[in-house]
């Protein structure tokens, strides 16, 4: 490492909080699907800032785009319309079949978003301020209250109790654990689609089915968490989209900016005209313009340029090449996963693999201790995933 590289490194140490677990490597510029370090070693992404740059890195038209509304507008108040808003807010609602959005700046800022959105819904029914929410275990909803509250890892609150209350837990794919936890004070059931920080559990078909049609018999709102599974990981837009079902809420972020900070929150008519009213809910710089040209552009180029045909074409690949990791290796147990949201689980903490994959090239991440989790950007071919293959394998053999 360059004096440069460990100078920088020391001094992040000095001056930032320690809340993350570095990795020794000070990143300079992307390309594509790789990133580049101070000292221009190159890497192989697969992780694309947890599930975030779907492009790619230096993807032209996208930045072009965010250039052009620099030059224009970066910021009004959200007591102004604004034209990127306005288009965003349009593409959004089309490609999710949801009615009403609200943006906001992270993924967390949405799920608290969703939680009063149905919290007011059913006071607005009932009056009363007693209901209930369930969540699932082994869920990641995000990091401030509200979210952590409904954040399914007792080691991510106990510090921090109390939560907001009146929360339940179930088990991701197990109804009769939901059905246990519902009364007449059940308000909303928060999952996400494709569990991501939790250990890339996918929801089943039959499991979100019957939860839909609880919610349906009871008028309990069903929230979807998009934020990781979302904006074409699984090869769906949104990942629901493949069971036929619908949600009252969803919420997305990571990739709906490609690296711009903006996530939202979404929902059908019924709960948009029966929950949030002026003066509920804001945010100063959710849903402005420069965020919002950023959402407009990415939703754009999604289509124009193929982007979920792609993970289509690639995911399976993937699928296939992880398999044969798994069938080479007794310490890998499984793997499993949607489209370019994938995990390798281990019997084993995964961290040396990962720091050996990084030192040759490699970016990986793991997903809860044992599990390596594969989210590249959505605009990888099956020769990047041979790269990632071939780099794996070798960090593999000499375990
Ligand atoms: C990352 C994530 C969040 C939190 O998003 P932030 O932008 O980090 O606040 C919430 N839910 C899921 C499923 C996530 O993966």
Redesign the pocket.
């Known amino acids: 490492m360059s004096e440069l590289m460990k100078q920088y490194i020391d001094e992040a140490e000095k001056a930032l909080l320690h809340t993350y677990n570095r990795y020794q490597i000070v990143l300079d510029k992307g390309e594509g699907v790789y990133l580049y370090d101070l000292d221009g070693n190159k890497y192989l992404d697969f992780v694309s800032g947890?599930?975030v740059f779907a492009l790619g890195y230096h993807y032209k038209d996208y930045d072009d785009a965010l250039k052009a509304q620099i030059d224009k507008l970066l910021h009004t108040s959200n007591y102004y319309y604004n034209v990127p808003a306005v288009e965003a807010a349009k593409k959004i609602k089309e490609v999710s079949k949801m009615d009403r959005v609200f943006f906001t700046n992270?993924?967390?800022?949405a799920?608290e978003g969703a939680l009063k959105a149905a919290r007011k819904y059913a006071f607005l029914k009932d009056g009363r301020t007693d209901h209930e929410i369930i969540a699932m275990n082994h869920s990641?909803?995000?990091?401030t209250f509200g979210?952590l509250s409904v954040t399914g890892n007792p080691h991510y609150r106990e510090a921090f109790e109390p939560m907001i209350g009146n929360i339940k837990f179930a088990d991701l794919n197990d109804f009769d654990s939901v059905l246990k936890c519902v009364n007449d004070k059940t308000c909303a059931i928060i999952l996400?689609t494709v569990q991501?920080?939790g250990g890339i559990h996918p929801a089943t078909e039959e499991f979100l089915k019957s939860v839909r049609k609880l919610c349906d018999e009871k008028d309990i709102l069903l929230i979807l968490?998009e934020?990781?599974c979302g904006m074409g990981r699984t090869g769906y837009m949104f990942a629901w989209q493949k069971y036929g079902i619908k949600p009252d809420i969803m919420?997305t972020?990571?990739a709906l900016g490609c690296g711009v900070p903006v996530?939202a929150f979404l929902m059908t008519e019924k709960v948009g005209a029966a929950s949030l009213v002026a003066g509920d809910h804001g945010t100063t710089y959710g849903g402005n313009p420069f965020a919002c040209a950023a959402v407009g552009k990415v939703l754009d180029l999604f289509s124009e340029d193929h982007i979920i045909e792609n993970v289509n074409q690639v995911a399976p690949y993937l699928e296939k090449r992880l398999d044969e990791l798994k069938n080479k290796y007794d310490f890998i147990i499984d793997r499993r996963g949607a489209g370019l949201m994938q995990g390798l689980v281990f019997d084993r903490p995964v961290a040396e693999v990962i720091g050996k994959a990084l030192s040759k090239g490699l970016i990986l991440i793991n997903a809860g201790s044992d599990i390596i989790r594969f989210v590249p950007p959505l605009v990888i071919t099956k020769e990047n995933v041979d790269d990632m293959i071939s780099i794996l394998d070798s960090c593999l053999e000499s375990i």
């Open positions: 947890i599930a992270s993924g967390a800022e799920v990641f909803h995000g990091r979210a996400e991501g920080e968490d934020i990781q919420t972020a990571k996530g």
